[in-house]
């Protein structure tokens, strides 16, 4: 019966990760290891394949997680670099038991949705550069699909993000702003402040007053967000505004 589950786990078109609980790697099937590195990484830390140290801290709070926690209830999203080329995960991890009913690891099952989230766009220099088109959010325990160009804006919240649409509709998004920004500048978005990203196509107005700077979104609603001064001089210049 394993050999035979085996066998159906090898020729699935999503990827599929056994981890201990000692985060070594001890299973991936075929599409995992094309995916991900082209080979197997058995007994290697899963928490390696991330470089930023807040996604290596992210690891390891889901394992915590999952230690006291059912399962990680939502799926996770993950913009990812491998081979030179980027990619955007969908992620389902499941926790897995010993024969004691001792936590045991975790099943991670992956699905690629770059070719549905994912493009590529080329600078003055034919540098290319990937962006996303549709960026994957939660809504009420739901994934959803969300055009970047209904985002109005997208606060940061540490190592996730809320997303608000031109409804004034709050999505989370487990991907960091910092991120988001990458590969939304080349969709019009633009860092107004350490905490807030805006999507400019809805800019009306810029405001300065008793010292502080802001910026009106409006849509079929009006935001105010935050303008740091630094980021003002940078907004007045892709505006052309002098």
């Given at each position: 019966m ?6 159906i ?5 999503t ?21 991900l590195?082209?080979s ?8 390696d ?28 999203v ?32 992956f ?39 209904e ?9 996730s ?9 709050k999505y ?6 910092s ?13 107004s ?11 009306r ?5 008793e010292g502080?700077?802001?910026?009106l ?26």
């Amino acid at each position: 019966m394993i050999k035979n589950i085996e066998s159906i786990i090898s020729i699935l078109p999503t990827g599929v990760v056994v981890v201990d609980a000692d985060k070594k790697i001890k299973y991936m099937n075929p599409y995992a290891r094309d995916a991900l590195i082209g080979s197997a990484a058995f007994d290697e830390n899963i928490v390696d394949f991330h470089q930023a140290d807040y996604e290596k801290e992210k690891i390891e709070e889901y394992f915590s997680t999952l230690k006291t926690r059912r399962n990680v209830e939502l799926p996770i999203v993950k913009i990812f670099d491998f081979k030179d080329k980027q990619s955007l995960f969908i992620v389902k991890l499941t926790k897995v038991f010993d024969s004691k009913g001792e936590f045991g690891g975790i099943i991670a099952i992956f699905y690629d949705m770059s070719q549905l989230t994912l493009s590529k766009v080329y600078d003055d220099k034919q540098k290319p550069h990937t962006v996303i088109n549709k960026l994957p959010v939660i809504l009420n325990n739901k994934m959803v699909f969300l055009d970047t160009d209904e985002i109005m804006y997208i606060k940061s919240l540490g190592s996730s993000s809320i997303v608000y649409d031109i409804e004034g509709v709050k999505y989370f998004s487990n991907i960091k702003i910092s991120e988001l920004e990458e590969n939304l500048q080349n969709k019009g978005f633009f860092r107004s402040h350490k905490s807030y990203l805006a999507n400019l196509s809805f800019l009306r107005e810029m405001i300065s007053e008793e010292g502080e700077c802001k910026i009106l979104l409006k849509a079929r609603k009006t935001f105010y967000i935050p303008l740091s001064r630094r980021n003002k001089a940078k907004l007045k210049d892709i505006m052309s505004v002098r």
